[in-house]
Nanobody, 126 residues
Framework: QVQLVESGGGLVQAGGSLRLSCAASGRTFSNGAMAWFRQAPGKEREFVAASSQSGNTYYTDSVKGRFTMSRDTTKNTVYLQMNSLKPEDTAVYYC????????????????????WGQGTQVTVSS
């Protein structure tokens, strides 16, 4: 049984940093893609960052230069380092996984992913 478990969320002041982790169990994702999405109250889930099977990373424009996604295949874990946080980054952050290769046109689409974590709350105060 595949499980994705996120951790690292919390409350931080604007300008601060948080590091999210997503540990996968039950299957290795070394040949697939992992991603982070977020959902703010009253808004749709949106793409934040992704790491492809080839190791390329992709970011939504609003987080470029502030967020960094990395993966540790030995631990079957991905991370999202979030710096210079803004109040508009407040959301529940979800980890997603697809354990097969994914195209660049699919990687930002939530519907492309087969497994999801339970989410972790990130709150940035002004």
């Amino acid at each position: 049984q595949v499980q994705l478990v996120e951790s690292g969320g919390g409350l931080v002041q604007a300008g601060g940093s948080l590091r999210l982790s997503c540990a996968a169990s039950g299957r290795t994702f070394s040949n697939g893609a992992m991603a982070w999405f977020r959902q703010a109250p009253g808004k749709e889930r949106e793409f934040v960052a992704a790491s492809s099977q080839s190791g390329n990373t992709y970011y939504t424009d609003s987080v470029k230069g502030r967020f960094t996604m990395s993966r540790d295949t030995t631990k079957n874990t991905v991370y999202l380092q979030m710096n210079s946080l803004k109040p508009e980054d407040t959301a529940v952050y979800y980890c997603a996984a697809k354990f097969w290769p994914i195209t660049t046109t699919q990687i930002m689409d939530a519907g492309s992913y087969d497994y999801w974590g339970q989410g972790t709350q990130v709150t940035v105060s002004s």
